[in-house]
């Protein structure tokens, strides 16, 4: 996706082209400099007065939360997704795309409603070994061949922890962790492979 016209597009209106973006067939590579206006938007709401949610519930909300600091955890080399603001990030893009909306809700509905067979509760109120444990069972999951009873999870899985790790690889705190120092003619931002792989890892390890 490219920027029409630089400065003559709102802000708004980057907004609703990198939502649709994200689920367009030609999806992959993220607009960096769109994203930044998302991560903008965020960023002043909570400096003023704090972020009031757009399409999430509180519940989906602070679930997608905890996934994205499961996704993306603090460490010494910086701040967790939710430091980065991904959450936030995801529900500004759902916003402006009901394709992604759904994918959200029913994603979210399946984590808890899988929580509850296997433990009694929510995925947001299971413990942090239970919530790992599904997380762990979801990659290995995807890592086989055919459908199972895990394929939506699996699915949903994939679009959280890359739309996390993107929002945490085009914020300040993401730039800073990749030691980016900014480039004029960069329009278009691909996360490292590394980094999935990394995230990948980090999720095993949990």
Aim: proline fraction near 2%; aromatic fraction near 8%.
């Amino acid at each position: 996706m490219t920027l029409a016209d630089g400065a003559s597009v709102s802000r708004r209106a980057v907004l609703k082209q990198l939502a649709l973006a994200v689920t367009s067939a030609s999806s992959g590579v993220f607009n960096l400099e769109a994203a930044r206006v998302v991560h903008a938007l965020a960023r002043e709401e909570r400096q003023t007065g704090g972020y009031e949610l757009k399409i999430l519930t509180a519940p989906e909300f602070a679930t997608v939360s905890r996934l994205a600091e499961l996704i993306v955890p603090a460490d010494a080399g910086g701040g967790s997704g939710v430091d980065a603001g991904a959450a936030e990030f995801i529900d500004l893009l759902c916003s402006q795309n009901d394709v992604l909306v759904d994918i959200y809700q029913r994603g979210l509905r399946w984590f808890d409603s899988t929580m509850r067979r296997r433990t009694g509760t929510r995925f947001l109120d299971a413990s942090d070994i239970e919530q790992t444990q599904l997380l762990d069972t979801l990659v290995e999951a995807g890592r086989s061949v055919g459908a199972s009873d895990l394929t939506a999870g699996v699915e949903f899985f994939d679009w959280v922890r890359r739309m996390t790790v993107d929002a945490y690889y085009t914020s300040p705190i993401g730039m800073a962790d990749l030691q980016y120092q900014g480039n004029a003619v960069l329009t278009r931002f691909d996360v490292p492979p590394e980094a999935l792989t990394f995230v990948s890892r980090r999720i095993e390890e949990l």
